[in-house]
């Protein structure tokens, strides 16, 4: 794997690359307070037939943090930057909670830049109680700094057995949590507060998956399933347990429904 730093439009990108020159690409995408270590349970079995992309959004891990608010175009755009920095003409996407919403923002803006698209654990419309808990998270991390935010973070993210049986998976976790900026969280939170694209799904035209799971208190499996319905042709996987980060909790059965559902679009 190789770590690097990339001018994309106004801020430096932190991102990582792995798997063959000249294979298709695939580019991850993180949720709010992550950086790519979220996808360490991927990496591996996608870098064996794929070029793989991962990237720490503004404001999170090594990437720049400019002051709030973001927003869906800023961190769209920040993708499609550092495809351009990057001379990556067409891409895979998966992207998981924030990312899975950034996937999605491209999917609609850039589909000729897109081969298939995976949401994960992602809602795509920034309900009036959502926008309250985000405001409530925002106060907390801005009076008593991202310290706050990390156990709380944890109890959305991961099942209480995972909690409980998995120490130091969760340690790596809840440091990782803690590592994101200020700024970064603050900013990303007010982009989550403006999410609109349920309205919008039923333009998407590229292959879809949605990954929901069972568990998620944050994403509910209703409400993902009512979302995949709205993509015309789209596939769903539901996996088991998991909360709001399936990928973490089940990395295996993650990483197999991502490469059944790709592995036809190559």
């Known amino acids: 794997m190789e770590d690097r730093l990339i001018k ?6 932190h991102c990582r690359l792995s ?4 294979a298709p690409w695939i580019t991850l ?9 979220m996808w360490d349970g991927q990496v591996a079995a996608l870098s064996a037939d794929y070029r793989v992309l991962l990237l720490d959004a503004r404001g999170h891990g090594e990437s720049t943090a400019t002051p709030p608010p973001y927003g869906f175009d800023l961190l769209v755009g920040d993708v499609i ?25 491209l999917a ?19 309900t009036p109680a959502f926008v309250e808990s985000w405001d409530a998270r925002i106060t907390l991390a801005r009076e008593h700094g991202i310290d706050a935010v990390v156990e709380p973070t944890l109890a959305r993210w991961l099942t209480s057995a995972f909690i409980e049986t ?15 900026s200020l700024d970064g969280f603050i900013g990303t939170a007010e982009a989550l507060k403006t999410l609109d694209y349920r309205k919008r799904l039923t333009e998407i035209t590229r292959p879809c998956l949605f990954i929901a799971g069972r568990e ?6 209703a409400g993902i399933k009512a979302e995949a319905a709205l993509v015309t ?22 990483t197999r429904a991502v490469l059944d559902f790709l592995k036809p679009l190559d």
Not at 19 to 22: K, L, S, T, Y
Not at 110 to 124: E, F, H, K, T, W
């Open 166 to 180: 998995q120490i130091e998976r969760v340690a790596a976790v809840r440091t990782m949590i803690r590592s994101t």
């Open 233 to 254: 042709g789209a596939q769903y996987a539901e996996l088991s347990p998991a909360a709001h980060i399936s990928n973490l909790e089940q990395p295996d059965d993650f």
């Open 19 to 22: 798997g063959p020159d000249g």
């Open 81 to 105: 930057a550092l495809w351009d920095a990057l001379g990556i003409t067409r891409s895979h996407v998966i992207g998981l909670s924030l990312g899975g919403m950034i996937a999605a923002g």
């Open 108 to 126: 609609l803006a850039r589909p000729d830049r897109l081969g298939g698209v995976v949401i994960a654990n992602s809602m795509m419309e920034a």
């Open 29 to 37: 995408l993180n949720s709010i307070a992550s950086n790519v270590s």
């Open 8 to 13: 994309a439009g106004d801020i430096t990108l």
């Open 216 to 221: 998620d208190i944050a994403c509910p499996v």
